[in-house]
């Protein structure tokens, strides 16, 4: 009876350590060497497994090309943050759309969508935008609920749009293509930078004293500077977006070659604008391994974690469990997508990722919908549905990981109640995109058919 429960208690004492706030990765391969002292008593698994796990560690994870892309995609993010671009581009569309309902958080919202295409750290983005945006929208008499809430969603765009770092963890977990990946994650991260433009500008048009805004026309200076602020800021961050999806697109490159391509070009255009210096790349290195080595240590306690959950019987028991459920393959999916969002509440997006995938994806791969996905696209469509659904994990409390940069970054000017209020409409638009996803997977799956197909 104690060796069919193995897999059950495995999974409850690693969420009762994960609360008790030792790193996750130190949890993840203690609850596994516990686990695994308790399997080898039992007699559930032999000594002669476990040098396995040692082997599937190096296969899986430090000799994985694919993963290659990681600490690539890391590094460039880190170099656009060095370089300033972003300074340039708040500047040139503030001025541009300052006649629009909520111009500024507008501005805020696009340049975080540009952001996104082209660094993809989350802490990075809602620093930068907190720095540059924040006290500029509350000296212009924005509402600090708006103004912070557009901060903070617009930052996580990142983990969504391509090229996003938890595509990659993705699609190495589910053992599928990630170029396919990056293309079906495109259009719903378009889609949902579009649902937080409808729902500021509204708002701003239906309650002018959330968002302040002027009549006065540019004047011919400003145009002139205009013209040349946008430059500045839009076309460096379109040539790297343009190197790095596009090499993908055109079938020139691999995303872990793409990846490199993005980290030179980053590189370059830091050179080339004269904000790096030693010091300055010595300050990118170092915070690039910091991250790196924090994802790679998670990665190996949760290779460790889901290797023994496996040969304990736990994907067989969780099978069974959905199987005796009776609930249908809609009830399943609408039970997983909103176990992790609960627990998006609780856990960041590569703790739930890297436990949660690897033990229910299969579940979903046996699920039949019809004809309302085709069998070949279910893993996608499913991984795209958890990308949407993490991003409510960066803006939900208590331990929303957006809400604490943007707070530590922002210090007295807000406190964490107006944070707090304006994240709530942006997680209800992401629940939205996730709906329409669920509904129409052809919004995820139209470009990757057309472009892979």
């Known amino acids: 009876m104690l060796a069919e429960m193995l897999p059950v208690l495995m999974f409850v004492c690693l969420v009762l350590f994960i ?42 994870i430090i000799s994985n090309s694919v993963m290659v892309a990681v600490p690539m995609f890391v590094v460039m993010g880190t170099l656009m943050e060095k370089s300033g671009i972003a300074e340039d581009l708040l500047d040139g ?31 990075a983005s809602v620093a930068m935008l907190t720095l540059l945006a924040l006290p500029m929208m509350l000296r212009s008499g924005y509402a600090p609920s708006l103004a912070t809430g557009t901060i903070a969603a617009s930052g996580t765009l990142g983990i969504l749009i391509p090229p996003s770092i938890m595509l990659v963890i993705m699609g190495d977990l589910l053992t599928v293509s990630v170029g396919k990946l990056f293309m079906a994650a495109l259009f719903p991260g378009l889609m949902l930078s579009a649902f937080y433009l409808i729902y500021i500008i509204s708002a701003s048009a239906l309650r002018p004293n959330l968002a302040p805004r002027t009549n006065e026309p540019l004047t011919r200076e400003e145009r002139r500077e205009l013209i040349g602020k946008l430059a500045a800021g839009l076309v460096p961050p379109a040539l790297l977006i343009g190197l790095v999806l596009g090499s993908i697109l055109g079938g020139f490159a691999t995303p872990t070659e793409a990846s490199g391509v993005g980290a030179l070009g980053a590189l370059a255009l830091a050179l080339f604008r004269r904000r790096l210096n030693l010091s ?58 909103l176990l992790i969002f609960v627990l998006g509440f609780f ?22 919908f019809g004809g309302h996905v085709g069998q070949g696209d279910a893993v996608y469509w499913f991984a795209i549905l958890v990308a949407i659904n993490l991003q409510t994990s960066f803006l939900t409390p208590p331990f929303g990981f957006a809400l604490f940069y943007l707070k530590g970054t922002a210090r007295s000017l807000v406190s964490l109640q107006q944070i707090y209020r304006g994240i709530i409409p942006f997680v209800l638009l992401q629940l939205l995109a996730l709906a329409v996803v669920v509904m129409w997977p052809d919004v995820a799956m139209w470009l990757p058919n057309q472009m892979f197909d």
């Open 347 to 368: 856990f960041d997006w590569i703790e739930i990722t890297l436990i949660i995938l690897p033990i229910f994806a299969p579940i979903v791969s046996h699920l039949d």
């Open 19 to 60: 609360f008790s706030g030792l790193p996750v990765a130190a949890v993840l391969g203690g609850v596994s060497l516990v686990f695994a002292g308790i399997g080898l008593a039992l007699g559930e698994i032999r000594f002669a497994h476990l040098p396995l796990l040692v082997n599937r560690i190096f296969s899986g």
């Open 280 to 337: 300055g790349l010595h300050d990118v290195l170092s915070r690039s391994l910091n991250t790196v080595a924090m994802i790679f240590f998670i990665f190996v306690g949760a290779t460790a974690f889901s290797y023994l959950f496996r040969r304990f019987g736990g994907e067989h028991l969780v099978l069974s469990l959905a199987d005796a459920s009776s609930m249908g393959p809609w009830g399943v999916l609408a039970a997983l997508l």
């Open 93 to 123: 569309l503030q001025t541009l759309l300052r006649r629009v309902p909520g111009g500024l958080a507008v501005a805020v919202t696009m340049m975080g969508t540009i952001l996104a295409a082209s660094t993809g750290i989350i802490g």
